[in-house]
C-alpha cells in the first residue's frame, strides 16, 4: 500500500508578512550596499591614477627644475671661458668663480672643469654645508696625481677660508678617464649628460658637460656642473607620506636613479670607488621594487621605447594582495618614474566605511524590520486572524455577539471586512436559532403524532379490546361499586 503523499504545512499570514517585510528591507539595503561597494573599489584605480599622475608632474618639475639650473650654469660656464671673462690663468680668480658659481646653485655638489692634459679644478659642497675648492696634478710621468683642497665656509655670506691640505690621491685621478668627461667628447660643444658615482662622496650624481675645443677642433677640456640625485630621492619621500608605496626613477638601461627607500638608490658593487656602480631595478631588496622589476619582466616592457603611461595589475601569489604598477617616461634625459601602490592601502578606508555602513545598514534594515513587524502585526496580523478566530467559533457554532466590536470601529478596509463579516454572522446565528425552534416544534408534533398512532395501535388490538369488555362486563355486575 503506498504511503500517503505529506505536503508542507502552509506558511501562516504572520510568517509570511514577516518574510515579505524582511525580504524587501533587505532588498533595498543590499540595493544601497552592493553599488556603493563596486563603486570604491572601482574609484581605487581612480585614486591610484590621480596619485601617479601627480606624483609623475611633480617629479617632472623637479627634474626640469634640476636640468635647467644645469643648461643655464653650464651656458654662464662655458661663455666665461669661451669669452675669456675671467682670468682663467689667475689661479685666485678662477677658484673663486667656481665657488661663487656653486655658491648661488645651491642643488649643484660640482662645479668643474677637466684639462685634455688630465689636470683637474673643482668646487664641490659637502655634505655639512661647507665649499671646498679641489685643485689635482696629474703627473704623466709617474702617473700620480697631487691634489690640493682648501675648505671655505659661508658664514655671513661671505667666504672663509678655513683649511688647505695636500696629498697624493690613492688611486691617481686622469681627468680624460671620468665617465662626465668621455661622455662629453662623444659630441663636442653640445651638452652631455652622465649619470655617475661621485668618487669623493661615493654617491649618484647628475653631471652636464660640454667638451671645449679651440679653432682647430682639438680638445682643450671639458667643463660641467654635477647635482646629487639623493635629492631627488627626498622629494619622492614627499609624496609617500605615511602611505605603504614606493616611487623611484630609473633610466631605460633599468638604473636605479633615486627611490623613496633611500638605501635602494645607494651605489652597489664593492667597497672600492672604481667597483661602485647603480643597482639595476632587478637587484632592489624592498619587495614594492621586487614587485615593479618582476612587471617590466612579465610584460616584457622596454622603456627604451616608453611613451606614455603604462599602467598594470600584479597579484602576488603568496599572499594574494593585488598591486597597481606604473611607468611614465619623464620626457627628461632617458628616465622613467614608476610607482608601487597596494591596492589594500587605499582599501583600508574603503573598508572601514564598508564595515561603518554596513553595520548602519544591519542597524536600519533591524529596526526598520521589527517596526514593520510590530505595525504588521498590530494593524494587519491580529485583526485577520480575530476575524478567522470569529469564522471558526461561527463554524463550531459558538459564537458570541460583540467579539469582532473593536475591530469593526477601524475605518479602512479591514474594519470594513470585519463589520461586514459581525453582521454576516449574526444573520447565520439569528438562522440557526430559528432553525432550531423550527426543529424543536418539529420534533413536539412529531412525538405527539407518534403518541397517538402508538394509542391507536394499542386501542386496536385483540388484548385491549378483550380487557374493554371484561371491563365493561364488570362494570355491569356491580353497578355502584
Not at 660640482?110 to 692634459?117: D, H, L, M, R
Not at 369488555?469 to 355502584?480: T, Y
Request: aromatic share 8%; charged share 20%.
Amino acid at each position: 500500500m503506498p504511503l500517503p503523499i505529506r505536503f508542507p504545512k502552509p506558511f501562516g499570514l504572520k510568517a509570511i508578512l514577516v518574510g515579505a517585510l524582511l525580504l524587501t528591507v533587505g532588498t533595498t539595503a543590499a540595493i544601497v550596499y552592493v553599488p556603493w561597494l563596486l563603486v570604491s573599489k572601482r574609484n581605487v584605480e581612480t585614486i591610484v591614477d590621480q596619485v601617479n599622475q601627480e606624483i609623475t608632474l611633480g617629479i617632472s618639475q623637479q627634474v626640469e627644475k634640476l636640468v635647467s639650473s644645469c643648461e643655464s650654469a653650464q651656458s654662464v660656464l662655458t661663455s666665461t671661458l669661451e669669452d675669456s671673462l675671467i682670468d682663467f690663468a689667475n689661479p685666485k680668480d678662477r677658484e673663486l668663480f667656481f665657488l661663487n658659481m656653486l655658491r648661488a646653485n645651491p642643488n649643484f655638489t660640482w662645479v668643474q672643469y677637466g684639462e685634455a692634459n688630465g689636470d683637474f679644478w673643482g668646487a664641490r659642497r659637502t655634505v655639512d654645508g661647507q665649499l671646498q675648492f679641489h685643485r689635482r696634478d696629474w703627473d704623466e710621468g709617474s702617473r700620480t696625481t697631487t691634489t690640493t683642497i682648501n675648505t671655505y665656509t659661508t658664514a655671513e655670506r661671505r667666504l672663509t677660508q678655513v683649511a688647505t691640505e695636500t696629498y697624493a690621491m690613492n688611486p691617481s685621478f686622469f681627468s680624460p678617464d671620468r665617465l662626465w668627461y668621455s661622455n662629453a667628447l662623444k659630441s663636442p660643444q653640445e651638452l652631455a649628460w652622465t649619470v655617475y658615482i661621485q668618487r669623493t662622496d661615493q654617491e649618484p650624481g647628475l653631471g652636464a658637460t660640454t667638451a671645449l675645443v679651440d679653432a682647430n677642433g682639438k680638445v682643450q677640456g671639458v667643463i660641467g656642473v654635477s647635482s646629487g640625485l639623493e635629492q631627488l630621492s627626498e622629494y619622492l619621500l614627499q609624496f609617500k607620506g605615511d602611505q605603504t608605496r614606493e616611487a623611484f626613477i630609473v633610466t631605460a638601461e633599468q638604473e636605479l636613479v633615486a627611490s623613496t627607500n633611500l638605501a635602494e638608490a645607494a651605489p652597489i658593487g664593492g667597497k672600492d670607488y672604481s667597483e661602485l656602480r647603480l643597482p639595476q631595478l632587478s637587484e632592489a631588496r624592498s619587495p614594492l621594487l621586487q614587485i615593479a622589476s618582476q612587471t617590466l619582466q612579465d610584460k616584457n616592457l622596454n622603456l627604451k621605447t616608453l611613451e606614455g603611461l603604462q599602467q598594470f595589475s600584479l597579484t602576488d601569489p603568496a599572499t594574494g594582495e593585488r598591486y597597481l604598477v606604473s611607468f611614465t617616461p619623464l620626457g627628461q634625459l632617458d628616465w622613467v618614474v614608476g610607482t608601487v601602490i597596494p591596492e589594500a592601502s587605499y582599501l583600508v578606508g574603503v573598508n572601514r566605511n564598508q564595515r561603518i555602513l554596513l553595520v548602519v545598514i544591519t542597524l536600519f534594515t533591524g529596526l526598520t524590520a521589527g517596526a514593520a513587524v510590530l505595525m504588521a502585526d498590530r494593524l494587519i496580523v491580529r485583526p485577520v486572524l480575530g476575524i478567522a478566530h470569529t469564522a471558526a467559533e461561527v463554524e463550531e457554532g459558538k459564537f458570541e455577539l460583540g467579539h469582532l466590536d473593536a475591530i469593526g470601529r477601524r475605518t479602512d478596509e479591514i474594519g470594513q471586512l470585519a463589520r461586514v463579516f459581525d453582521r454576516m454572522a449574526q444573520e447565520v446565528y439569528s438562522r440557526e436559532q430559528k432553525l432550531k425552534q423550527q426543529v424543536q416544534s418539529l420534533r413536539v408534533e412529531v412525538d405527539e403524532v407518534k403518541r397517538q398512532q402508538q394509542v391507536k395501535e394499542i386501542v386496536e388490538t385483540d388484548f385491549f379490546q378483550d380487557l374493554t369488555a371484561k371491563a365493561k362486563e364488570l362494570r355491569d355486575r356491580h353497578p355502584g361499586g
